[in-house]
T-cell receptor
Framework: KAGVTQTPRYLIKTRGQQVTLSCSPI?????VSWYQQTPGQGLQFLFE???????NKGNFPGRFSGRQFSNSRSEMNVSTLELGDSALYLC?????????????FGQGTRLTVV | AQSVTQPDIHITVSEGASLELRCNYS??????LFWYVQSPGQGLQLLLK??????LVQGIKGFEAEFKRSQSSFNLRKPSVHWSDAAEYFC?????????????FGTGTKLQVIP
């Protein structure tokens, strides 16, 4: 089985621009969660999607949004980029149902805002 | 709401020495517990998990963890550390909320291994 795939791996954007990150989960997984990781704040939960619906949301401004498609692939969008948005963005997929499951992570997208 | 505490931000051990990374959680019932490892610039890899049953859990790469309900702890151990174990380690707690599992991560412990 292929693992979680995140694209692109690296991005450099200018302040004020917007960016879209993509995550393809493991085949059969219906839950996709997004995290922001920075040296100062650690691993912070952004949101989770399950069967195309946002099921859980962290404490981030509305500039951060996401969506999930019918094939469970997910995208995350950040509008009006700020320097502080520079981070490693991690996507995790899991079965997401009523059973106990662990999350599998992608390698992340390193976003640098200049 | 549940929370996870990893009291050690940074730990340095000598290669071949034993290792214990601490993790404490706060939750009213028994949670699901995980340990993940992250190499620089990479995603997180699951080392082991506890859902129920035997409180001593074996994982990959020679790691084990013990769930102690009385201490609300899930410490990670390895009898002999290798240089390749240098990485950041995250403890995570999963609880059932609204019919599904919600996971909270600790702040991580960076492990340095010296020769």
């Amino acid at each position: 089985k292929a693992g979680v795939t995140q694209t692109p791996r690296y991005l450099i954007k200018t302040r004020g621009q917007q960016v879209t990150l993509s995550c393809s989960p493991i085949s059969g997984h219906r839950s996709v969660s997004w995290y922001q990781q920075t040296p100062g704040q650690g691993l912070q939960f952004l949101f989770e999607y399950f069967s195309e619906t946002q099921r859980n949301k962290g404490n981030f401004p509305g500039r951060f949004s996401g969506r999930q498609f019918s094939n469970s692939r997910s995208e995350m969008n950040v509008s009006t980029l700020e320097l502080g948005d520079s981070a490693l963005y991690l996507c995790a997929s899991s079965e997401g149902g009523r059973g106990n499951t662990e999350a599998f992570f992608g390698q992340g997208t390193r976003l640098t805002v200049v | 709401a549940q929370s996870v505490t990893q009291p050690d931000i940074h730990i340095t051990v000598s290669e071949g020495a034993s290792l214990e990374l601490r993790c404490n959680y706060s939750y009213g019932a028994t949670p699901y517990l995980f340990w993940y490892v992250q190499s620089p610039g990479q995603g997180l890899q699951l080392l082991l998990k506890y859902f129920s049953g035997d409180t001593l859990v074996q994982g990959i790469k020679g790691f084990e963890a013990e769930f102690k309900r009385s201490q609300s702890s899930f410490n990670l151990r390895k009898p002999s550390v290798h240089w390749s174990d240098a990485a950041e380690y995250f403890c995570a707690v999963g609880v059932r909320s609204g019919g599904y599992q919600k996971v909270t991560f600790g702040t991580g412990t960076k492990l340095q291994v010296i020769p």
